[in-house]
């Protein structure tokens, strides 16, 4: 799937019930990020660290991405200091990631192209 497709997509509710994304699919969503989004290590949480040369532009990235949550409906792990931010997205319902992951950081991935 190509960025473009993601950001086309809405994310779809998720009460469980469904396996998370296995490897090769966590595999071929990450060819649609920007190379600096990485999966932890039990494979359940997508990472990035966003550096910024002032407060109020960390800020002001933080509120985009806090205005994409809601619109989507998904909610990141925000680490917020005074010139980052790390953004972490996981599937809390599943306890790993699914599509709505990826979704929401292609989303922040155009923020910041």
Known sequence: ?????LLQKKCEPCEGG???LDQPAIAE???ALDTDWQVSD???TLRRRFDFARFTETMGFVNAVAWIAESENHHP???VSF???VVEWRTHAIDG???NDFICAAKVDRLVA
């Open 1 to 5: 799937m190509s960025q473009q497709e």
């Open 18 to 20: 469904v396996p998370p």
């Open 29 to 31: 969503l990450m060819k």
């Open 42 to 44: 039990d494979g359940k």
């Open 77 to 79: 792990e925000m680490n």
């Open 83 to 85: 010139r980052y931010c």
């Open 97 to 99: 990631l699914s599509e």
